[in-house]
């Protein structure tokens, strides 16, 4: 018995200091599939779905649905130090329980105890090792205690700063696209005001966003849990609006050119390529969202704002196998996270949520 509880603890320690070095230390990719961490995402993760899909309201909804991500990170953390806690008590046991005043009943709970009061780093005293083993052990546990607080405390800002970062660039988005985000809504908005030139910055700026919001969600899958703080807003429609607007300037607008829109669609399709496989998502096809009919109205709806898109079945088929290349991607990451999909236009002139706010309502279109 005290042997397998000596190979049962150092299992559960090593398996829970390599998940945590995995997770907050190692900024790569981890593809295994059997991983602590993945595990307890998964978790629970689909029942708070599940849970959150019992709300009528949708404002509510999105109100569950945004605690998960910090929850999730409290949780994730209590599992680790729940996880080092009971190995070392198990090796504290598998060595014989060494402890002053002596342990006459040979109780599990005792070696909780002191187990626990030295990964918190507590010092009580009350119950101290007896023997150089069990020192060894107290004195190991303490230090990995202390390491492990450290760096879980020092975690926490640099996923915010992630998500921070994320938000600053995305919130900007209101104000070309509208809320929800829509690809048309950017191209109708720049020539309306004369500033279609002004696309080719736009999209460099989306460029870099693309590429850092892989970066960080690579290394912070986490994150991708955290959802915007603005309504109708989320960092998938946000992708997906500007692999949009890179794949209909990519088919061709008179006066446009096409260089910068490849490199922006490029960049954000790996995004979305590879965010699906660190998140563990399967593509999915999802509705039609610009079937033939809705392709010949989004076109009158540019020739109305003076652009001029190309119309031939050459430009039908282009922009059909662009589409191909990111939709099913977006799409489940898009179900995955219960993240809406953009539309590609606005046919109602939602208001942006700028304008909607209390303070600015009744603000004018733009």
Not at 92 to 104: D, I, T
Not at 201 to 229: C, G, M, N, T
Not at 300 to 307: D, F, I, P, Q
Request: hydrophobic share 50%; aromatic share 12%.
């Amino acid at each position: 018995m005290h042997l397998l509880a000596l190979l049962l603890s150092l299992f559960v320690v090593a398996t829970v200091l390599w998940d945590a070095f995995e997770t907050v230390v190692l900024p790569r990719t981890v593809n295994r599939r059997l991983r602590l961490t993945r595990l307890y995402f998964g978790f629970t993760w689909r029942r708070w779905t599940r849970a959150a899909a019992t709300f009528r309201s949708e404002r509510r909804r999105e109100w569950f649905l945004a605690i998960f991500g910090p929850l999730s990170l409290l949780g994730l953390a209590a599992v680790w130090a729940v996880g080092l806690l009971l190995g070392f008590a198990l090796l504290q046991w598998s060595a014989g329980s060494n402890l002053e005043p002596a342990n006459a009943s040979g109780r599990f709970v005792d070696d909780l105890y002191i187990s626990g009061t030295t990964f918190f780093t507590l010092g009580l005293g009350d119950v101290r090792p007896v023997g150089r083993l069990a020192r060894i052990i107290t004195v190991t546990e303490a230090g990995t205690g202390f390491a492990f607080l450290a760096i879980v405390i020092a975690y926490f800002p640099v996923l915010y700063q992630s998500f921070s970062r994320r938000e600053a660039q995305l919130t900007l988005l209101d104000a070309w696209a509208g809320s929800p985000p829509a690809a048309a809504e950017v191209l109708r908005r720049l020539a309306d005001h004369d500033a279609v030139p002004a696309l080719q910055a736009f999209l460099k700026d989306w460029e870099y966003w693309a590429s850092e919001l892989l970066e960080s969600h690579i290394s912070y899958p986490a994150v991708a849990f955290f959802r915007s703080q603005h309504q109708r807003q989320s960092w998938v429609s946000a992708l997906t609006t500007i692999l949009d607007v890179s794949a209909l300037v990519q088919v061709g607008i008179d006066g446009v050119p096409t260089w910068q829109a490849h490199v922006t669609f490029a960049m954000a399709r790996h995004a979305a390529v590879d965010l699906t496989q660190v998140l563990h998502v399967d593509p999915a096809a999802g509705d039609d969202r610009l079937p033939d009919r809705d392709l010949d109205a989004l076109r009158l709806h540019l020739e109305t704002a003076g652009l001029r898109p190309a119309r031939s079945a050459d430009a039908d088929r282009r922009l059909l196998d662009l589409r191909r290349l990111y939709e099913p991607y977006v799409n489940g990451l898009a179900r995955a996270l219960m993240m809406p999909m953009p539309p590609w236009w606005h046919r109602d002139g939602a208001r942006n949520n700028w304008q909607a706010s209390p303070k600015g309502a009744g603000g004018a279109h733009l």
